[in-house]
C-alpha cells in the first residue's frame, strides 16, 4: 500500500471569503478563462454598439450637411418669387431685371462663401479636365483651341469641379493650318 503524502498547507495568499463581499473567487483556469471570455463578450457588445451609433451620426450627418447652405439660399430664392411676382404686375422690366442681377450676385456670394468658385473660360484655351466641348466653330479671329463663348458656366467645389463649363471652341480650319505653317 502507497504511503499517504502530507497535503500542503493551505495558501493564504488567496483568502476564500463569502461571496458578495466583492472580492474574487480564488484565481483556476476555469475563473480565468470565464473571466476574459466575460470581457470578450462586453467588449464585442460595446464595439456593437459603437459602430451603430458612428453609423447613426454618419447617416444623420450626410442627411443635413446642406443645412447652412440651404438657410442661406432660402432669401434668394425669395428674392427670386419676389421678382418674378413683381415682373407679372409692373410694366418696369428695367426694375425686374435689375432685381434678378442683385439675386444672382446675392446666391454667387452665399456659394462663394462654401467654396464654390467659377471656372474662367473665354479667351482661354480648352481644358478637357475643366471644360466640355458642345460646339466648334470656324477659328478665323481666334487661336485654335480657344474658348469662343460659353453656354454654361463651370464651378469648382474648393480645388475639386463641381460643374465642367460647357463651352465653344474656335478649331482649325484646313486653311488655319497652312497659314500656320507658312
Known amino acids: 500500500m502507497p504511503e499517504e503524502q502530507e497535503l500542503p498547507e493551505k495558501s493564504t495568499e488567496f ?4 461571496a458578495g463581499d466583492g472580492a474574487q473567487p480564488s484565481s483556476s483556469p476555469d475563473n480565468d478563462v470565464r473571466a476574459a471570455q466575460e470581457r470578450y463578450l462586453r467588449l464585442a457588445a460595446e464595439f456593437e454598439n459603437y459602430k451603430k451609433r458612428a ?11 446642406n443645412e447652412r447652405l440651404l438657410k442661406e439660399l ?5 428674392n ?22 442683385l439675386t ?4 454667387l456670394e452665399i456659394l462663394s462663401r462654401f467654396g464654390v468658385t467659377p471656372i474662367p473660360s473665354v479667351g482661354l484655351p480648352f481644358d478637357p479636365a475643366v471644360h466640355e466641348a458642345v460646339a ?6 481666334h487661336k485654335a483651341n480657344t474658348i469662343v463663348d460659353e453656354f454654361e458656366k463651370g464651378y469648382y467645389l474648393h480645388d475639386r469641379v ?4 460647357m463651352v465653344t471652341v474656335a478649331e482649325t480650319t ?8 507658312a
Open 74 to 78: 432660402l432669401p434668394v430664392i425669395d
Open 80 to 101: 427670386l418669387q419676389r421678382a418674378l411676382q413683381h415682373g407679372r404686375v409692373s410694366q418696369n422690366q428695367d426694375g425686374v431685371l435689375q432685381g434678378i442681377e
Open 136 to 141: 466648334k466653330v470656324n477659328g478665323k479671329g
Open 162 to 165: 463641381l460643374r465642367p463649363a
Open 174 to 181: 484646313g486653311d488655319d493650318a497652312r497659314d500656320s505653317d
Open 55 to 65: 453609423q447613426k451620426d454618419q447617416d444623420e450627418y450626410r442627411k443635413y450637411s
Open 15 to 18: 483568502e476564500e471569503r463569502p
Open 104 to 107: 444672382s450676385k446675392k446666391a
